[in-house]
């Protein structure tokens, strides 16, 4: 079983649509969850990070933890093209950064 | 604030040579973590180096190899190299520590492409 799970899409959402990444984890100890978008060919860049349950907003991003379930979500609102990306999964064990794992990432593709 | 900056950007060498890498974190941070990118295993951790010191290692054999310096500054060696190294390198830095309220957070350079022939 895979540390970080996400699926690998490609997820096609409509553009102004609502876009929903997922996410499931193993490591029950795990405390700390971070979203990163990649473009191709460029590196990650971070998104929202989240460490409490319940929903964390920061503009149109929406970030969403269930310790419990061991399940983390980004919803994206009113999705752009620009919003094109692969976006990243990522725990930490620690409340520190350090060594965090990444999930495989999930291909999101916003149609005009 | 400048970001992180790694050199070079671009490599190629041959079978069995060894190559070093090069990064410079955001000015302030302490925490310096190297990861390697394929399109077959995606992101893996490498290791991170806090304060001169490897605080943390992935799962990778004893070719790869770094260090930090006093500045901050890190570099990742790889020896004997594969035809598999071939990747992206991607380093990440952050505080290392935690400071209010939330997670400590890492910030990507934009890697360096190493082929290998």
């Known amino acids: 079983q895979k540390e970080v799970e996400q699926n690998s899409g490609p997820l096609s959402v409509p553009e102004g649509a609502i876009a929903s990444l997922n996410c499931t984890y193993s490591?029950?100890?795990?405390?700390?969850f971070f979203w990163y978008r990649q473009y191709s060919g460029k590196s990650p860049e971070l998104i929202m990070s989240i460490y409490s349950n319940g929903d964390k907003e920061d503009g149109r991003f929406t970030a969403q933890l269930n310790k419990a379930s061991q399940y983390v979500s980004l919803l994206i609102r009113d999705s752009q093209p620009s919003d094109s990306a692969t976006y990243l999964c990522a725990v930490s064990s620690f409340r520190s950064a350090s060594k965090i794992i990444f999930g495989s990432g999930t291909r999101l593709s916003i149609r005009p | 604030k400048a970001g992180v900056t790694q050199t070079p950007r671009y490599l190629i060498k041959t079978r069995g040579q060894q190559v070093t890498l090069s990064c410079s974190p955001i000015?302030?941070?302490?925490?310096v973590s190297w990861y390697q990118q394929t399109p077959g295993q995606g992101l893996q951790f490498l290791f991170e180096?806090?304060?001169?010191?490897?605080?943390n290692k992935g799962n990778f054999p004893g070719r790869f190899s770094g260090r930090q310096f006093s500045n901050s500054r890190s570099e990742m060696n790889v020896s004997t190299l594969e035809l598999g190294d071939s990747a992206l390198y991607l380093c990440?830095?952050?505080?290392?520590?935690?400071?209010?309220?939330?997670?400590?957070?890492?910030?990507f350079g934009p890697g360096t492409r190493l082929t290998v022939l």
């Open positions: 990440a830095s952050s505080l290392g520590v935690l400071a209010g309220d939330s997670p400590d957070t890492q910030y």
């Open positions: 000015s302030g941070h302490r925490s």
């Open positions: 180096y806090f304060s001169e010191t490897q605080r």
């Open positions: 490591d029950r100890v795990s405390q700390s």
